[in-house]
């Protein structure tokens, strides 16, 4: 199964862009990249998904290497309720969707 | 629009004893889903339902059962807890497999 990878923590300026990698190299041709966000140990929130076409929608964009082996969330304009833990994740042959350890953002004033 | 409900929010169990979560989803979703989280790690997949009638083993199954009440409902029992149980307990829903997840607010659960 394709696994990602993403860094542990990231920090951000209020009311700048919020930019979140994300390494999938070994995903298949057919599998979609999913973004959830869990905000204080909340239920995950869906925010985005896409195959190879970049995706924008009200709460973000997301950005898709030509090769698909990596992608980037983006948070255009970034405010302390956006501090969350990001996952990038991805559903392996048996439809399950595998969630790693995230990027823990912290927006700061 | 209440989407995803859990019962209880919390709860406290001593060794041994029995429990179910219950789970409810109000958007005609057909999949649905039971997630642990364990502090510093991320979700994982006990059991899911991708739609009424059928039931499927996640990544950690032992020691929960579940059960797909209707379309709305899906359950999962702890027989006899233990104290490796103890967790937050995520329920959610999709319209279909390979769809974007809904979430619960998670069941608190202590095991002594």
């Known amino acids: 199964d394709a696994k990602t990878t993403q860094p542990p923590s990231m920090d951000c300026a209020e009311g700048r862009a919020a930019n979140l990698p994300c390494n999938h190299s070994t995903i298949s041709g057919n599998e979609y990249v999913y973004w959830y966000r869990q905000i204080h140990s909340q239920g995950p929130q869906y925010i985005i998904h896409g195959l190879k076409n970049n995706e924008t929608n009200e709460m973000a964009s997301l950005i898709i290497t030509e090769d698909r082996k990596s992608s980037t969330l983006i948070l255009p304009h970034a405010t302390l309720r956006d501090t969350a833990v990001y996952y990038c994740t991805l559903y392996n042959q048996g439809g399950k969707l595998i969630f790693g350890q995230g990027t823990e953002l912290s927006v700061k004033p | 629009n209440a989407g995803v409900t859990q019962t209880p929010k919390f709860q406290v169990l001593k060794t041994g004893q029995s429990m179910t979560l219950q789970c409810a989803q109000d958007?005609?979703?057909?999949?649905m889903y039971w997630y642990r989280q364990d502090p510093g790690m991320g979700l994982r997949l006990i059991y899911y339902s991708a739609s009424e009638g059928t039931t499927d083993k996640g990544e950690v199954p032992n020691g929960y059962n579940v059960s797909r009440l209707n379309k709305r409902e899906f359950s999962l029992r702890l027989e006899s807890a233990a104290p490796s149980q103890t967790s937050v307990y995520f329920c959610?829903?999709?319209?279909?497999?390979?769809?974007?997840?809904?979430f619960g607010d998670g069941t608190r659960l202590s095991i002594l």
């Open positions: 958007m005609n979703h057909n999949s």
């Open positions: 959610a829903s999709s319209e279909g497999v390979y769809q974007p997840q809904h």
